[in-house]
């Protein structure tokens, strides 16, 4: 096949596809028992990274992937809610420019299809108080792109949404035939199809909430995974590590982190045949999920437009440890359908999820699966909370099988598909003076070309921090004292090194310290009371 050099190509299309609350290993060509065969193909037929980094939460890593900036210089330091600081104002700020405004401005068809969540808090209690387009609450309109079709917030009934948004308005749909996966996949077809038809080059967010809770999957795709999970959490885990080692998936066969010290062994669970329906709910979201990146995929090949597109898929986060009745996001949501039918809502025992009347997560242990061979889960910055697979598949571009280890961030995909696209970052935008790109572009890399990482990656979440800088990485928990651990040889995090170099020790933080002040990051002890009290929660709690 002919690899032509990129200037000489024409424009390519885009699409990144951007899932919610998947774990590093829940994909096939990652160790996983879960079928995914339409994005196992993507990587082998292109590039898998394995070091690939998001920002450990659903929408701070959303403004950093959308503007090429870490989450607080893009305006979401923490989540939706204002606290009060242009770090921590809950949407994307002006002084930040988006994938799709760049894009739009080099000829290119801007389209997304599924979840926003980085146009403030539009989970507000008051509804009546914000629109779509108001100066706290933009839209993915108001934020370059040509067509919308999904959520603005963070999370949704698979089956019956209260709010599903078309361009800037609210559509009406039925609950007899929706299911959130299929419905974003068929309007990102349409809109990849009528863009075609126009002859248009196109960039395609497509933003799943899957496998993000509720636990909602086709009855067709639980069964396939009937009885499979009746091993246990423990098993499971270790299989998926066995299998990624063999893979040769990972830089090297470093040990397992032993099972979450919150987590009981499988052989002291009571109610096994429930919490192995809750593994096997949350694998049939996955699954339908590939399943329809795959029609995608046919629709593209159908209209000539395959070889030609440059496709990107990652995970905004871990795998998720929130478990629905004690941590009590379910009270958020409506407990009927639209048709009126009641919900029941939270983690219940014995209840198997997967229709539309539950309203349930999997919880630690499943999470704790998700993650290997990494520590900890979603909020965190240890590896557990921060690692996904990012594959790029081009065939006119990326040659097949390869596989990359250099760590990488969500904050270098703008530079990549600028690169890409020949596109031009500009230093203004809507009369603003756009902040200079934090990231950096992995055309190199996905091309098997010699790279290095010329600056740290920062991580700061709730408290939770990192750097990592070339094989080391200092991190800790909030409150907790600094770790330091050797990336190429423990990037488990077993072996805590610290202590160990106090001359790098000093240096990490101190690069710590200076990002942290210049990006305006808040001491998360100041900032909770604030966030509390904005929801109007018990600030004596938390």
């Avoid at 990129?6 to 879960?34: K, Y």
């Avoid at 609950?175 to 080059?201: E, G, H, L, R």
């Avoid at 096997?280 to 395959?306: N, P, W």
């Amino acid at each position: 096949m002919n690899y032509p050099d990129h200037e000489t190509a024409d424009q390519p299309n885009v699409i990144l596809i951007l899932v919610d609350d998947m774990g590093f290993s829940d994909l096939g060509i990652t160790g996983s028992e879960i079928q995914t065969p339409n994005i196992d193909a993507l990587a082998k037929d292109g590039a898998l990274l394995t070091s690939m980094y998001n920002c450990a939460r659903c929408c701070p890593t959303r403004a950093s992937l959308l503007t090429g900036l870490y989450p607080h210089n893009a305006g979401i330091g923490h989540m939706g809610t204002n606290l009060g600081t242009s770090a921590y104002q809950g949407f994307l700020r002006n002084d930040s420019v988006t994938i799709a405004e760049v894009l739009r401005e080099s000829g290119y068809r801007t389209l997304m299809s599924g979840k926003w969540h980085v146009g403030g808090d539009f989970e507000a209690r008051d509804e009546d108080s914000w629109r779509i387009g108001d100066v706290d609450h933009p839209g993915p309109r108001q934020r370059g792109f040509d067509h919308f079709y999904g959520i603005l917030e963070g999370a949704t009934h698979y089956y019956s949404p209260t709010h599903i948004i078309e361009d800037d308005n609210h559509v009406e749909i039925s609950a007899d035939s929706f299911y959130f996966t299929d419905a974003i996949t068929d309007k990102a077809i349409n809109m990849v199809s009528d863009s075609v038809k126009d002859d248009q080059p196109f960039f395609l967010y497509l933003a799943h909430i899957a496998p993000h809770w509720p636990l909602h999957a086709p009855a067709e795709d639980i069964v396939r995974y009937d009885g499979v999970y009746q091993k246990g959490w423990d098993k499971i885990r270790t299989a998926r590590h066995e299998e990624m080692n063999g893979r040769g998936v990972l830089l090297n066969n470093w040990d397992i982190s032993i099972r979450d010290e919150t987590v009981p062994p499988w052989k002291s669970v009571k109610l096994k045949n429930w919490e192995a329906s809750k593994m096997a709910a949350y694998a049939a979201m996955v699954d339908h999920m590939d399943q329809s990146i795959g029609r995608l995929i046919a629709e593209l090949k159908s209209l000539d437009q395959f070889d030609d597109t440059l496709i990107l898929f990652l995970s905004d986060n871990g795998g998720c440890a929130e478990f629905m009745a004690e941590d009590g996001w379910a009270k958020y949501y409506p407990d009927t359908t639209l048709d009126g039918r009641k919900i029941a809502m939270g983690n219940i025992p014995d209840l198997a999820p997967g229709d539309a009347l539950t309203f349930q997560s999997y919880d630690k242990p499943w999470a704790n699966v998700s993650n290997a061979p990494f520590r900890l889960f979603k909020h965190y910055v240890h590896e557990g909370g921060i690692s996904t697979p990012l594959i790029a598949h081009w065939p006119n571009k990326i040659m097949p099988n390869q596989v990359a280890h250099s760590a990488c961030h969500v904050v270098d995909i703008l530079p990549t598909i600028l690169q890409a696209t020949n596109g031009h970052y500009p230093a203004e935008y809507g009369g603003h003076a756009i902040q200079p790109l934090q990231g950096e572009s992995l055309m190199d890399v996905v091309q098997s070309k010699c790279w290095e990482r010329e600056q740290p990656i920062f991580f700061e979440h709730e408290g939770n921090s990192a750097i990592r800088l070339g094989n080391f990485k200092l991190v800790r928990l909030h409150g907790a004292d600094w770790e330091l651990y050797d990336m190429n040889e423990d990037r488990t995090e077993l072996n805590n090194l610290a202590g160990s170099n106090r001359s790098l020790e000093i240096e990490l933080v101190k690069q710590y310290k200076d990002w942290a002040f210049k990006t305006g990051v808040v001491d998360w002890n100041d900032l909770l009371p604030k966030l509390l009290t904005a929801w109007n929660l018990d600030t004596t709690h938390g």
